[in-house]
C-alpha cells in the first residue's frame, strides 16, 4: 500500500534533527571567562602581569602587561643623560626631580603604595683579604646579614667592586648607595651594613613606619656629642637608613664632595680638622666629613635626621661581647619559667617561614621581664642588642687598633655569630652550646624544658627531691650513731684525754641535732 502525502510528511519531520538551542555564543562567553580565570589562578597575586588597582590592601587585581626590552612606556631609564654615578663636581650631572621619576614608575608597575621595601647594602674589598682568617670572618658576616635578611623579607645587595676607584676604603659606600636608589626604585630605604658587622637580635623589626617615618637618614649617635661638643666620635657611619628620595641623593652628593674622588678633598680635610673638636688627622675620612655636614648645615639637613642611641642600631662591640651568654641565659630563663601556656608556645617547633610571629611572641614575653628596650641598649640592658659593631678590628685588613686585643677582637666576633647563629640553627632542631664556642648540639623536643614535678607513678625523681631524702637518711644513721655512743662510751684505756674526746663529741651531736 503506498504511503499518503499527509505519512510522508510525517516522516519527513520525525527523520529531520531537532533544531539547536541559541547558546553559542553564552557558551563562548563563559569558556573564555573559565579559561581567563585559570590563567589568572596559575599565575597568582604575585605575578608581573598583574596590577593592583586601589592602594588599600582589598584592592582589585587587572591585568597588566609587564614591560620588555621593546615596549612598556619611557621610564627615567630612557633619559640619555642619566648617570648612575655619585656627583663629586665635575662631569656628573645632577639627578633632579627624583620623587617624581620614582613615583611615575612605581606607579606604571602597579607598585605605588605598597609597603615600605628595604634593601640591605653592604660589601667588601675585591682583593683576597691580609689577615689569614680574614676571609673565612667575611664570610661567616655575610651569612649572618643573609640570614636576617630571609627572615625579614629583605633584599641584600652586597658589592665587591670599586665603582669609582678614587672612592676606596670606607668611601666606597657612597657610589654603591647612589647606585642602588636608581637600580631599585622599588625599595623605599636603603639599609647600609659595615661588613664587620654583626645582626645579633634575629628577632628585631626596624621600626620604619614608625620612629622613622618622618625621617630621611637614620644614624647612631648623641646629638649632644656631635652638635654642641663637635666630635666626629659622637656618631657611627658604620651602619645607617637612607631613604631612597631626592634628598638623600643631593645628601649624598654633598658628602662626596668631601671625598677622595674630589679635587678639593685636601682642603676639606683641613677644614674638618678645624670645626671638629677631636679630630686630629687632615685627611678627611666618611664619619668626619658626615659629621662636618651635619654640624655646619644643619639647618638644611638636621630636621630630616634621626640621630639617637635608644636602641642598639649599631652596639660597640667592647660593650656587648661580655654579656651576650648572661643574655642568651635571661631568655631561655623567660622560655622556661614563664606562665605555662605562653612558655609552651614559644618552645613550639615551626617553619622558618612563621619566624616574625614567633619572634613577635618572643619580644612580648620578655618585654618587662628582662630588662631593656627591644633592639638592646646601652646601660642596664640585658635584652639582645640588635646589630653589633666591630668597629676597629680590621678583620679582613689584619691590623686591628692596638687598644684591642687579639681575644676581644676575634673571640668576640665568633661569639657574637654563634649567639646570632643559634637564633637561626633552632628551626632547623639545632641549637649553639651555651658557652657560644661553635659546638652545635641537637635540640631536644620541647627545649628549654622546665624543671620536672613528680608525678604519682614516677620513679625518677628530680635531683633536690633525691636530695631531700639523702639528707634524711643521713641524719638518721648519724644520729642511730650517737645514741650508740651513749649507751656504749669509749673505754678510757682506749684514747688519751678522755675528757677532752667526750667534750667533742657532745659538741659534734649537738651540732648534727640543729642541722638535722
Known amino acids: 500500500m503506498g504511503a499518503s502525502p499527509s505519512d510522508s510528511e510525517a516522516s519527513k519531520k520525525a527523520a529531520a534533527p531537532p533544531p539547536r538551542p541559541r547558546r553559542c555564543a553564552r557558551d563562548a562567553l563563559l569558556f573564555a571567562a573559565g579559561v581567563a580565570a585559570a590563567v589568572l589562578a596559575l599565575l597568582g597575586p604575585t605575578s608581573p602581569l598583574l596590577m593592583r588597582v586601589g592602594t588599600s590592601a582589598g584592592g582589585l587585581l587587572v591585568a597588566s602587561p609587564t614591560p620588555g626590552p621593546t615596549d612598556g612606556p619611557p621610564t627615567f631609564?630612557?633619559?640619555?643623560?642619566?648617570?648612575?654615578?655619585?656627583?663629586?663636581?665635575h662631569h656628573h650631572h645632577r639627578l633632579t626631580d627624583w620623587d617624581a621619576k620614582r613615583a611615575s614608575w612605581l606607579r606604571s608597575r602597579g607598585l605605588l603604595g605598597s609597603p615600605?621595601?628595604?634593601?640591605?647594602?653592604?660589601?667588601?674589598?675585591?682583593?683576597?683579604?691580609?689577615?689569614?682568617?680574614?676571609?673565612?670572618?667575611?664570610?661567616?658576616?655575610?651569612?649572618?646579614?643573609?640570614?636576617?635578611?630571609?627572615?625579614?623579607?629583605?633584599?641584600?645587595?652586597?658589592?665587591?667592586?670599586?665603582?669609582?676607584?678614587?672612592m676606596v676604603a670606607y668611601w666606597a659606600k657612597l657610589p654603591i648607595l647612589r647606585a642602588a636608589m636608581l637600580a631599585?626604585?622599588?625599595?623605599?630605604?636603603?639599609?647600609?651594613?659595615?661588613?664587620?658587622?654583626?645582626?645579633?637580635?634575629?628577632?628585631?623589626?626596624?621600626?620604619?613606619?614608625t620612629k622613622y617615618a618622618g625621617h630621611n637618614l637614620v644614624l647612631y649617635g648623641w646629638p649632644k656629642e656631635v652638635y654642641e661638643r663637635k666630635r666626629w666620635l659622637g656618631l657611627n657611619a658604620g651602619v645607617f637608613l637612607i631613604r631612597n628620595c631626592q634628598w638623600s641623593l643631593d645628601f649624598l652628593d654633598e658628602w662626596a664632595r668631601m671625598g677622595p674622588a674630589s679635587p678639593d678633598h685636601a682642603r676639606w680635610g683641613k677644614a674638618i680638622r678645624h670645626v671638629?673638636?677631636?679630630?686630629?688627622?687632615d685627611v678627611a675620612c666618611d664619619q668626619s666629613a658626615l659629621a662636618y655636614l651635619l654640624i655646619t648645615e644643619r639647618e638644611r639637613w638636621g630636621d630630616k635626621v634621626h640621630l639617637g642611641v635608644d636602641y642598639y642600631f649599631q652596639g660597640y662591640f667592647v660593650e656587648v661581647v661580655g654579656k651576650l651568654r648572661g643574655v642568651a641565659a635571661r631568655y631561655t630563663?623567660?622560655?622556661?619559667?614563664?606562665?605555662?601556656?605562653?612558655?609552651?608556645?614559644?618552645?613550639?617547633?615551626?617553619?622558618?617561614?612563621?619566624?616574625?610571629?614567633?619572634?613577635?611572641?618572643?619580644n612580648a614575653a620578655v618585654r618587662g621581664v628582662v630588662p631593656g628596650p627591644d633592639g638592646g641598649a646601652q646601660f642596664g640592658s640585658w635584652r639582645r642588642p640588635f646589630v653589633t659593631h666591630f668597629t676597629g678590628c680590621n678583620p679582613c685588613g689584619g691590623r686591628r687598633n692596638p687598644a684591642y686585643s687579639r681575644e676581644l677582637c676575634e673571640g668576640g666576633m665568633r661569639r657574637a655569630l654563634a649567639f646570632a647563629d643559634d637564633?637561626?640553627?633552632?628551626?632547623?632542631?639545632?641549637?649553639?652550646?651555651?658557652?657560644?664556642?661553635?659546638?652545635?648540639?641537637?635540640?631536644?623536643?620541647?627545649?628549654?624544658?622546665?624543671?620536672?614535678?613528680?608525678?604519682?607513678?614516677?620513679?625518677?625523681?628530680?635531683?633536690?627531691?633525691?636530695?631531700?631524702?639523702?639528707?634524711?637518711?643521713?641524719?638518721?644513721?648519724?644520729?642511730?650513731?650517737?645514741?650508740?655512743?651513749d649507751l656504749h662510751p669509749i673505754p678510757a684505756h682506749v684514747i688519751h684525754d678522755h675528757d677532752d674526746k667526750d667534750l667533742s663529741f657532745r659538741s659534734l651531736k649537738f651540732l648534727w641535732w640543729f642541722i638535722c
Open 333 to 362: 630563663k623567660v622560655e622556661r619559667s614563664s606562665p605555662a601556656a605562653k612558655a609552651r608556645a614559644l618552645r613550639r617547633r615551626h617553619a622558618e617561614r612563621e619566624h616574625l610571629r614567633y619572634a613577635a611572641a618572643r
Open 423 to 485: 637564633q637561626v640553627l633552632r628551626a632547623y632542631g639545632f641549637r649553639q652550646d651555651a658557652a657560644l664556642n661553635g659546638t652545635v648540639l641537637p635540640m631536644p623536643f620541647d627545649y628549654p624544658t622546665p624543671p620536672r614535678r613528680r608525678a604519682a607513678d614516677d620513679d625518677d625523681r628530680p635531683s633536690d627531691e633525691r636530695r631531700s631524702w639523702a639528707l634524711i637518711v643521713s641524719c638518721f644513721f648519724l644520729s642511730f650513731f650517737f645514741f650508740f655512743l
Open 77 to 89: 631609564y630612557d633619559d640619555p643623560s642619566l648617570s648612575y654615578a655619585i656627583n663629586v663636581g
Open 184 to 209: 631599585h626604585p622599588d625599595a623605599e630605604w636603603l639599609w647600609w651594613v659595615d661588613a664587620d658587622a654583626v645582626v645579633t637580635d634575629m628577632d628585631f623589626t626596624l621600626p620604619l613606619s
Open 276 to 281: 671638629l673638636s677631636d679630630r686630629e688627622s
Open 116 to 166: 615600605e621595601k628595604v634593601v640591605m647594602v653592604s660589601g667588601s674589598q675585591p682583593e683576597p683579604c691580609r689577615a689569614t682568617t680574614g676571609d673565612h670572618l667575611l664570610l661567616r658576616f655575610l651569612k649572618n646579614k643573609l640570614d636576617y635578611c630571609r627572615l625579614h623579607g629583605i633584599k641584600l645587595l652586597y658589592n665587591t667592586a670599586h665603582l669609582d676607584p678614587a
